[in-house]
């Protein structure tokens, strides 16, 4: 089954190659970045390789954006198959919780909770559309309460919520047939992750490209690495 996928921050790294790997496979990719300039890279690959990308504006953390996003996807393909909430930031690798600004957790989280939220709320109703609909949200092991200590403290508070939100929309979702399911992708060799990563790009995307492309019957709600499951 060829897929229509919906990748956010997909201009470079992760998000770039998970997308590009799944053209490879066949698969319609909806490349997305805040400056629609830094598309230009994908757009030559997926031209020179003949794949079958496009490539929109979108801004996770503008509501305007989003909207603008669903009624240009809604108008062209009338449905999308898989979305991939990939984009994210992390700007406080060296802060405390208790000496935190505030600004900087209200930044954070407009992008890494707010925006996976919004686009699940305003693309569910052509996800319903697909026979097989899938969420994917890029997560961390930073957000597992089982293992949570400190450092990067509006990070990790970020990527537990937003596995609270994979829960309840997988919940909520289910009847339609849709699944939701949190990626830890692992700790990437990326502009985020650095250059002391333990993973590069190449070994990351299996694991992603697997929950993007599950079977009818696959899980849901569940947390995986590497296609198998791990611990809240």
């Given at each position: 089954?060829?897929?229509?996928?919906?990748?956010?921050?997909?201009?470079?790294?992760?998000?770039?190659?998970?997308?590009?790997?799944?053209?490879?496979?066949?698969?319609?990719?909806?490349?997305?970045?805040?400056?629609?300039?830094?598309?230009n890279?994908?757009?030559?690959?997926?031209?020179?390789?003949?794949?079958?990308?496009?490539?929109?504006?979108?801004?996770?953390?503008?509501?305007?954006?989003?909207?603008?996003?669903?009624?240009?996807?809604?108008?062209?393909?009338?449905?999308?198959?898989?979305?991939?909430?990939?984009?994210?930031?992390?700007?406080?690798?060296?802060?405390?919780?208790?000496?935190?600004?505030?600004?900087?957790?209200?930044?954070?989280?407009?992008?890494?909770?707010?925006?996976?939220?919004?686009?699940?709320?305003?693309?569910?109703?052509?996800?319903?559309?697909?026979?097989?609909?899938?969420?994917?949200?890029?997560?961390?092991?930073?957000?597992?309460?089982?293992?949570?200590?400190?450092?990067?403290?509006?990070?990790?508070?970020?990527k537990?919520?937003?596995?609270?939100?994979?829960?309840?929309?997988?919940?909520?979702?289910?009847?339609?047939?849709?699944?939701?399911?949190?990626?830890?992708?692992?700790?990437v060799?990326?502009?985020?992750?650095?250059?002391?990563?333990?993973?590069?790009?190449?070994?990351?995307?299996?694991?992603i490209?697997?929950?993007?492309?599950?079977?009818?019957n696959?899980?849901?709600?569940?947390?995986?690495?590497?296609?198998?499951?791990?611990?809240?």
């Amino acid at each position: 089954m060829q897929r229509i996928i919906l990748i956010t921050g997909s201009n470079k790294g992760l998000g770039q190659n998970v997308g590009l790997e799944l053209c490879r496979q066949g698969h319609i990719v909806i490349f997305t970045s805040r400056n629609i300039k830094n598309l230009n890279q994908t757009k030559k690959i997926c031209k020179d390789e003949k794949l079958n990308g496009d490539f929109y504006q979108l801004d996770v953390g503008n509501l305007t954006s989003i909207n603008n996003l669903h009624k240009a996807i809604k108008k062209k393909y009338r449905k999308i198959d898989t979305l991939i909430n990939n984009a994210g930031i992390l700007i406080d690798r060296s802060d405390k919780l208790i000496s935190l600004q505030e600004k900087k957790m209200t930044q954070v989280f407009q992008t890494n909770v707010l925006g996976p939220l919004r686009m699940i709320q305003k693309f569910s109703d052509v996800l319903k559309k697909s026979s097989n609909g899938i969420i994917i949200n890029i997560s961390s092991v930073l957000g597992q309460l089982t293992d949570m200590s400190s450092g990067m403290p509006s990070y990790r508070i970020s990527k537990c919520a937003l596995n609270a939100i994979t829960k309840i929309s997988s919940s909520e979702l289910s009847s339609f047939g849709i699944k939701v399911n949190s990626v830890h992708p692992g700790w990437v060799k990326t502009d985020m992750g650095g250059s002391n990563a333990s993973i590069t790009i190449k070994e990351a995307i299996p694991g992603i490209v697997w929950a993007a492309t599950l079977e009818k019957n696959g899980p849901t709600g569940k947390f995986f690495f590497n296609k198998k499951e791990i611990s809240w």
